[in-house]
Protein backbone atom coordinates (compact mmCIF):
# COMPACT_ATOMS: atom_id res chain seq x y z
CA UNK A 1 0.00 0.00 0.00
CA UNK A 2 1.16 3.21 -0.83
CA UNK A 3 1.73 5.81 1.67
CA UNK A 4 -0.78 9.54 1.76
CA UNK A 5 2.36 11.19 0.88
CA UNK A 6 3.37 9.35 -2.32
CA UNK A 7 0.02 9.14 -3.43
CA UNK A 8 -0.85 12.70 -3.02
CA UNK A 9 2.71 13.68 -5.09
CA UNK A 10 1.83 11.15 -7.78
CA UNK A 11 -1.89 12.76 -8.31
CA UNK A 12 -0.21 16.03 -8.38
CA UNK A 13 1.66 14.24 -11.01
CA UNK A 14 -1.19 13.19 -12.85
CA UNK A 15 -2.35 17.10 -12.58
CA UNK A 16 1.12 17.80 -14.69
CA UNK A 17 1.57 15.59 -16.72
CA UNK A 18 -2.38 16.46 -17.65
CA UNK A 19 -1.48 20.49 -17.53
CA UNK A 20 1.50 19.69 -19.63
CA UNK A 21 -0.74 18.26 -22.57
CA UNK A 22 -2.78 21.37 -22.43
CA UNK A 23 0.51 23.53 -22.79
CA UNK A 24 1.35 21.37 -25.75
CA UNK A 25 -2.05 21.52 -27.50
CA UNK A 26 -2.13 24.89 -26.91
CA UNK A 27 1.23 25.18 -29.16
CA UNK A 28 -0.05 23.29 -31.11
CA UNK A 29 -2.89 25.36 -32.18
CA UNK A 30 -0.52 28.34 -32.26
CA UNK A 31 1.77 26.63 -35.09
CA UNK A 32 -1.78 25.58 -37.00
CA UNK A 33 -2.86 29.53 -37.19
CA UNK A 34 0.35 30.26 -38.51
CA UNK A 35 0.05 26.98 -41.17
CA UNK A 36 2.81 25.50 -40.14
CA UNK A 37 1.07 22.35 -39.55
CA UNK A 38 4.19 19.85 -39.58
CA UNK A 39 5.39 21.55 -36.10
CA UNK A 40 1.58 21.56 -35.01
CA UNK A 41 1.55 18.35 -35.23
CA UNK A 42 5.16 17.82 -33.87
CA UNK A 43 3.16 19.41 -30.49
CA UNK A 44 -0.10 17.44 -30.88
CA UNK A 45 1.81 14.56 -30.68
CA UNK A 46 3.92 15.89 -27.72
CA UNK A 47 0.52 16.37 -26.40
CA UNK A 48 -0.83 12.67 -26.67
CA UNK A 49 2.69 11.76 -25.14
CA UNK A 50 1.50 13.79 -22.11
CA UNK A 51 -1.67 12.67 -22.14
CA UNK A 52 0.11 8.64 -21.96
CA UNK A 53 2.56 10.07 -19.16
CA UNK A 54 -0.47 10.80 -16.72
CA UNK A 55 -2.21 7.54 -17.70
CA UNK A 56 0.58 5.79 -16.88
CA UNK A 57 0.90 7.40 -13.57
CA UNK A 58 -3.03 6.51 -13.42
CA UNK A 59 -2.87 2.92 -13.60
CA UNK A 60 0.13 2.89 -11.04
CA UNK A 61 -1.66 4.57 -8.56
CA UNK A 62 -4.31 2.27 -8.94
CA UNK A 63 -2.30 -1.12 -8.83
CA UNK A 64 -0.67 0.20 -5.58
CA UNK A 65 -3.72 0.46 -3.98
CA UNK A 66 -3.52 4.27 -3.52
CA UNK A 67 -6.73 7.01 -3.97
CA UNK A 68 -7.25 8.43 -7.42
CA UNK A 69 -8.16 12.03 -7.22
CA UNK A 70 -8.07 14.01 -10.32
CA UNK A 71 -7.13 17.59 -9.65
CA UNK A 72 -7.53 20.81 -11.34
CA UNK A 73 -5.88 21.62 -14.73
CA UNK A 74 -5.22 25.12 -15.15
CA UNK A 75 -5.70 27.00 -18.41
CA UNK A 76 -2.45 26.95 -20.41
CA UNK A 77 -1.00 30.42 -21.90
CA UNK A 78 -2.21 30.88 -25.76
CA UNK A 79 0.24 34.12 -26.93
CA UNK A 80 3.06 33.54 -27.44
CA UNK A 81 6.00 36.08 -28.95
CA UNK A 82 7.34 34.18 -31.91
CA UNK A 83 8.46 30.37 -33.19
CA UNK A 84 11.53 30.43 -30.81
CA UNK A 85 9.58 31.75 -27.80
CA UNK A 86 7.52 28.40 -28.29
CA UNK A 87 10.23 25.94 -28.00
CA UNK A 88 12.11 27.59 -25.54
CA UNK A 89 8.83 27.47 -22.82
CA UNK A 90 8.52 23.66 -23.94
CA UNK A 91 11.93 23.27 -22.95
CA UNK A 92 11.84 25.03 -19.58
CA UNK A 93 8.52 23.40 -19.07
CA UNK A 94 10.06 20.29 -19.40
CA UNK A 95 12.92 20.95 -17.25
CA UNK A 96 9.88 21.77 -14.14
CA UNK A 97 8.41 18.29 -14.66
CA UNK A 98 11.99 17.05 -14.62
CA UNK A 99 12.17 18.82 -11.31
CA UNK A 100 8.90 17.41 -9.95
CA UNK A 101 9.45 13.88 -10.76
CA UNK A 102 13.00 14.54 -9.09
CA UNK A 103 10.87 15.09 -6.25
CA UNK A 104 8.77 12.12 -6.33
CA UNK A 105 11.73 9.97 -6.23
CA UNK A 106 13.80 11.67 -3.20
CA UNK A 107 10.44 11.61 -1.06
CA UNK A 108 9.83 7.61 -2.23
CA UNK A 109 13.36 6.55 -1.28
CA UNK A 110 13.35 8.63 1.79
CA UNK A 111 10.61 6.58 2.66
CA UNK A 112 11.93 2.95 1.36
CA UNK A 113 8.99 3.00 -1.42
CA UNK A 114 10.98 0.94 -3.61
CA UNK A 115 8.28 0.02 -6.21
CA UNK A 116 7.68 3.85 -6.82
CA UNK A 117 11.03 4.21 -7.17
CA UNK A 118 10.90 1.35 -9.97
CA UNK A 119 7.86 2.72 -11.30
CA UNK A 120 9.58 6.38 -11.81
CA UNK A 121 12.66 5.00 -13.46
CA UNK A 122 10.96 5.14 -17.02
CA UNK A 123 9.81 8.59 -16.13
CA UNK A 124 13.82 9.53 -15.33
CA UNK A 125 15.01 8.18 -18.63
CA UNK A 126 11.97 9.61 -20.47
CA UNK A 127 12.85 12.97 -19.27
CA UNK A 128 16.40 12.66 -20.21
CA UNK A 129 15.22 12.02 -23.38
CA UNK A 130 12.45 14.99 -23.33
CA UNK A 131 15.09 17.72 -22.08
CA UNK A 132 17.58 16.72 -25.03
CA UNK A 133 14.95 16.38 -27.84
CA UNK A 134 13.43 19.89 -26.74
CA UNK A 135 16.86 21.43 -26.45
CA UNK A 136 18.14 20.56 -29.92
CA UNK A 137 14.74 21.52 -31.25
CA UNK A 138 15.41 25.31 -29.59
CA UNK A 139 19.05 25.32 -31.72
CA UNK A 140 17.11 24.43 -34.54
CA UNK A 141 14.56 26.39 -34.53
CA UNK A 142 16.84 29.37 -33.93
CA UNK A 143 18.69 28.29 -37.21
CA UNK A 144 15.59 28.70 -39.18
CA UNK A 145 13.08 30.66 -37.76
CA UNK A 146 14.38 33.90 -39.92
CA UNK A 147 14.98 32.08 -43.22
CA UNK A 148 11.48 31.28 -44.80
CA UNK A 149 13.08 28.42 -47.15
CA UNK A 150 14.51 26.59 -43.94
CA UNK A 151 11.79 27.16 -42.02
CA UNK A 152 9.68 24.82 -44.59
CA UNK A 153 12.30 22.02 -44.39
CA UNK A 154 11.78 22.07 -41.06
CA UNK A 155 8.16 22.35 -40.59
CA UNK A 156 8.05 18.87 -43.02
CA UNK A 157 10.74 16.82 -40.57
CA UNK A 158 8.46 17.53 -38.07
CA UNK A 159 5.36 16.86 -39.82
CA UNK A 160 6.91 13.12 -39.94
CA UNK A 161 6.52 12.37 -36.42
CA UNK A 162 3.99 9.66 -35.38
CA UNK A 163 2.24 9.10 -32.22
CA UNK A 164 3.63 5.83 -30.65
CA UNK A 165 1.13 4.81 -28.02
CA UNK A 166 2.85 1.69 -26.45
CA UNK A 167 6.72 2.74 -25.89
CA UNK A 168 9.16 0.28 -25.21
CA UNK A 169 8.63 -0.61 -21.23
FE1 LIG B 1 5.52 13.96 -19.22
FE2 LIG B 1 7.15 15.79 -21.22
O1 LIG B 1 6.97 15.00 -19.55
Known sequence: MISTKIGDLINEQI????????????????????DLDGIANYFRIQSKEELMHADKMFDYLNDVGGDIIIGEIPKPPHEFANAIDVFEKALAHEKIVTKSIFNILKNANEEGDFATVSFLQWFVNEQVEEEASASQLVSKIKMVSDNPSALYLFDQELAQRVFNPNPAN
Not at 15 to 34: I, V
Open 15 to 34: AKEQYAAHYYLSMSAWFSAR
